[in-house]
């Protein structure tokens, strides 16, 4: 009985660097409770996605979703632009 494939995993996250050829640098942040005083606080995690139109520029808020890997550091790949940066 096949069973219906499931959706990747999918962050949203503001583009920090867009220099290198099909690749964008996203930082996503991760808002959570401290273990032991319990005060939220703020995480970033900087993830490589791959950019095959090379669509997204620096401040664009964009969303990726986890792929097969595709080099050594990058394993997720752009899905779409959301907001682009103001100026551009």
């Not at 273990?35 to 620096?58: F, Q």
């Not at 664009?60 to 907001?83: A, H």
């Amino acid at each position: 009985m096949a069973h219906a494939k499931e959706s990747a995993r999918t962050l949203v996250g503001e583009v920090v660097s867009a220099k290198a050829k099909s690749s964008v640098s996203v930082s996503v942040v991760r808002v959570g409770a401290h273990p032991l005083y319990g005060k939220y606080i703020k995480r970033t995690t900087r993830l490589l996605a791959h950019d095959e139109e090379n669509a997204a520029k620096e401040g664009d808020i964009v969303e990726i979703e986890q792929c097969r890997p595709i080099s050594r550091r990058k394993t997720w790949k752009l899905r779409r632009v959301l907001t682009q940066a103001a100026g551009a």
